[in-house]
């Protein structure tokens, strides 16, 4: 069975481009998440979707960041415009209702 | 949301030795897991115990929910086994939503 899948890895910027990363979850979870890990700490939640609806979205901020979840399955995150703040690991994550989570590799981002 | 605290916050230890990792949170869980972080920035699920004692190999955890901790043990260590190990809880809410403690860096020497 595959696992979650992002890309891309690595992703360099300048602050004010803007930046997307792809989630193509494990086949048939139908809850994804997205969290942001700085360096030296644990992730922390952005936003969760159910099927195609963003359940919880309260830690995302919402002037720079937005998500989406097409037909239930992939999901793109962006960011625009980026800051230098926004430096870290973006990882998704999924499972089947509101069991075990598997997660993706991530991408890191630099902004410069 | 959840506060989780784990310690020690740092180990080394020598390859073969046996090593206990802990977990406290502060509310009840309606799911808990262990992940092992390694080098390259991945998490690898080691176990989903949101109660009672699960073993893999090596690894083995203890969950005690109404005491709101969880053991992580880890026996006969090997260089591998280094990285980051993180505690994750689920609140009661049902959301599922996981709130990470800080982790325990596990360096093991040869």
């Known amino acids: 069975e595959a696992g979650v899948v992002q890309s891309p890895r690595y992703k360099i910027i300048e602050k004010k481009q803007p930046v997307a990363f792809w989630c193509n979850p494990i086949?048939?979870?139908?809850?994804l998440y997205w969290y942001l890990q700085n360096l030296g700490q644990g992730p922390e939640l952005l936003i969760r979707y159910e099927n195609e609806e963003a359940v919880d979205d309260s830690q995302l901020p919402k002037d720079r960041f937005s998500a989406e979840r097409l037909k239930g399955v992939d999901s793109t995150l962006k960011i625009q415009p980026a800051e230098l703040g926004d430096s870290a690991v973006y990882l998704c994550?999924?499972?089947?209702?509101?069991?075990?989570?598997?997660f993706g590799p991530g991408t890191r981002l630099t902004v410069l | 949301g959840i506060q989780v605290e784990q310690s020690p916050p740092d180990l080394i230890l020598q390859e073969g030795a046996n090593s206990t990792l802990r977990c406290n949170f502060s509310?009840?869980?309606?799911?808990l897991q262990w992940f092992h972080q390694n080098p390259w920035g991945q998490l690898i699920n080691l176990f989903y115990i949101p109660s009672g004692t699960k073993q893999n190999g090596r690894l083995s955890a203890t969950t005690v929910a109404t005491e709101r901790y969880s053991l992580l043990y880890i026996s006969s260590s090997q260089t591998t086994d280094s990285g980051v190990y993180f505690c994750a809880v689920g609140g009661p809410t049902g959301a599922n939503n996981l709130f990470f403690g800080t982790g325990t860096r596990l360096t093991v020497i040869p």
């Open positions: 086949s048939g979870h139908n809850t």
């Open positions: 509310d009840s869980v309606n799911n």
């Open positions: 994550a999924s499972s089947l209702s509101k069991r075990e989570q598997f």
